[in-house]
């Protein structure tokens, strides 16, 4: 019998637990406390845990071996955790996860070190799994961070094309999703080049995932999101909006940004001249190419991964 989406949301629930429960069991030390008080808080967070529940929902399905998915869960969420902290600085993210971020409770070298020292911990719960997983590992954290130096770049700068946009997020916000899938696929003993099929399903659904988040910048429930809406556009960032609209017309949006400024004009402007449309278009498309990375998979596998699709991207922050 196909479960119904009521149990599988009760599957996904006592995954989380489960992670919750071993990030909270993360050995660490009591001293120094400039140190590891803010770990804690960062570990404590209120995170959605989408990453690491992907790594248990492929990974049961190939019967991997449970220990081992969990060291790779947590992992790749302390991983993930540390790219947080460390974006929130350059960025000046003053909320994280609708509490204060780490630099504006502590301050800037507090949060430095204690995002390093979190990558390092990522990097220890990978000792005796498969070398191919730490080599996969540290070749998506390094696209993680050519991704966010290119966000970083891309600032201020209005000849950025879609194109160089969706590869900045293919490897800041896609990667690690795709390898999130990947993992589940390796730790079972599958062969590389057999698993990128799933990394292709979380690189693409990581563009639905960023490309939505653009939108929910826009038009999301702020109170939801624990920030102000319009966050990005106020930080002058290339977002798919952004670049669509100008490439509308750019005379007509440059006219528009020089005078206005509040959030509900820019909804308005999206809105009538049908790039919100548009942007929505290109989640349902990378939501699709997702699911056709799914063909060759086992048919248990493409249902909870399908479902895992529609789960969060039905978020509203």
Not at 25 to 46: A, S, V, W
Request: aromatic share 8%; proline share 3%; net charge neutral.
């Amino acid at each position: 019998m196909t479960p119904n989406i009521n149990s599988f949301e009760k599957h996904i629930s006592f995954l989380k637990s489960g992670v919750e429960k071993a990030l909270k069991n993360i050995p660490l030390n009591d001293t120094p406390n400039y140190l590891y008080d803010p770990i804690r808080y960062i570990i404590n967070g209120k995170g959605k845990r989408l990453r690491p529940v992907l790594v248990h929902l492929v990974g049961h399905s190939y019967s991997a071996d449970p220990e081992d998915l969990m060291k790779a869960s947590i992992a790749v969420e302390l991983l993930h955790n540390f790219t947080l902290v460390h974006d929130d600085i350059m960025d000046n993210d003053n909320i994280r996860h609708g509490q204060p971020s780490v630099h504006k409770k502590w301050d800037e070298p507090t949060a430095i070190l204690s995002g390093d020292a979190i990558f390092v911990l990522s990097q220890l719960l990978l000792i005796g799994l498969p070398t191919i997983i730490i080599q996969r590992f540290n070749e998506v954290s390094l696209n993680i961070c050519e991704g966010q130096g290119m966000d970083k770049q891309f600032e201020n700068d209005t000849s950025i094309s879609m194109g160089q946009y969706l590869i900045m997020i293919g490897k800041k916000t896609g990667a690690l999703l795709g390898l999130c899938a990947e993992f589940g696929a390796l730790l079972s003993g599958i062969k590389k080049e057999n698993a990128h099929s799933l990394f292709e399903y979380g690189l693409n659904l990581g563009l639905a995932f960023q490309i939505q988040d653009d939108l929910l910048d826009i038009f999301g429930d702020e109170s939801s999101m624990g920030k102000s809406l319009g966050s990005d556009i106020s930080k002058k960032k290339q977002t798919a909006l952004t670049i669509l609209a100008r490439d509308n017309n750019s005379e007509k949006w440059l006219d528009f940004i020089n005078n206005h400024s509040k959030i509900s004009d820019y909804q308005s402007y999206f809105d009538k001249n049908g790039i919100r449309s548009e942007v929505e278009k290109a989640v349902a498309h990378y939501i699709k190419k997702a699911n056709s990375a799914l063909i060759s998979s086992p048919e248990s596998d493409k249902e909870h991964l399908q479902k895992f699709t529609t789960m969060i991207l039905k978020r509203k922050s």
